[in-house]
């Protein structure tokens, strides 16, 4: 498998601010990283492909400028929900593409007030 | 795009039963298919997979089957226990990229 780490766990922050969110890859160096959104209940919605030294990309419906990633190196990839809105609030998961497989990150879970 | 439906949307089964939960894709070219387990408030975990060249996988109570030409692929618990139950997600895949996940079902083992 692989050990993914996420940070901050939770997070709550005022409409309009910008949140970041860490996702590392702590056994594996991950050239793939991936980033979900979920909502209660609900499936895991891709929003987007992190290739290391190369900008992302996002899925269809996805706004590139207000969700952030930067994946700059082998462990490491960050989101930035920029000028964050309550319709933000969800839980964000990242995961590490190793071969054919993915392993998930223990996921961010944020709240705009 | 790839479609992946599943079902059923929810499962209960007594402990010790068996539970099965099956999944649809729509993109033939799509050729790993992963079963994960996902817990309240935790992250999913992967539990057995398949890729298109084999048409069933089995680690102990678990198993997965795979209809390439019916694009149909299959979750088997047997001996169910209650801490089986989770909600599971299957999805597909091209090469391990464009994972597309189904909307999962929640499983409940009933003691």
């Known amino acids: 498998g692989a050990v993914v780490s996420q940070h901050p766990s939770r997070v709550i922050c005022k409409s309009g601010t910008s949140v970041k969110i860490e996702c590392r890859s702590l056994d594996f160096q991950a050239t793939t990283m991936f980033w979900y959104r979920q909502f209660p209940k609900k499936s895991l919605m891709l929003m987007a492909t992190s290739n290391e030294g190369s900008k992302a990309t996002y899925e269809q419906g996805v706004e590139k400028d207000k969700f952030l990633i930067n994946h700059a190196s082998l462990t490491l990839s960050t989101l930035t929900v920029t000028s964050a809105h309550p319709e933000d609030s969800s839980f964000y998961i990242c995961?590490?593409?190793?071969?054919?497989?993915?392993?998930f990150g223990p996921g961010t879970r944020l709240t705009v007030t | 795009g790839e479609n992946v439906e599943q079902h059923p949307s929810t499962l209960s089964v007594q402990e010790g039963d068996s539970a099965v939960i099956k999944c649809t894709y729509s993109d033939s070219a799509s050729n790993y298919f992963p079963w994960y387990k996902q817990e309240l408030g935790k992250r999913p975990q992967l539990i057995i997979d398949?890729?298109?060249?084999?048409g069933e996988k089995k680690d102990q109570r678990i198993a997965v089957t795979l209809n390439k030409t019916a694009k149909h692929f299959s979750l088997h618990i047997t001996e169910t226990q209650p801490e089986d139950s989770a909600v599971y997600f299957c999805?597909?895949?091209?090469?391990?990229?464009?994972?597309?996940f189904g909307p999962g079902t929640r499983l409940s083992v009933l003691p």
């Open positions: 398949i890729r298109s060249n084999v």
């Open positions: 995961s590490v593409g190793k071969y054919y497989e993915q392993y």
């Open positions: 999805a597909a895949s091209m090469g391990g990229q464009n994972f597309v």
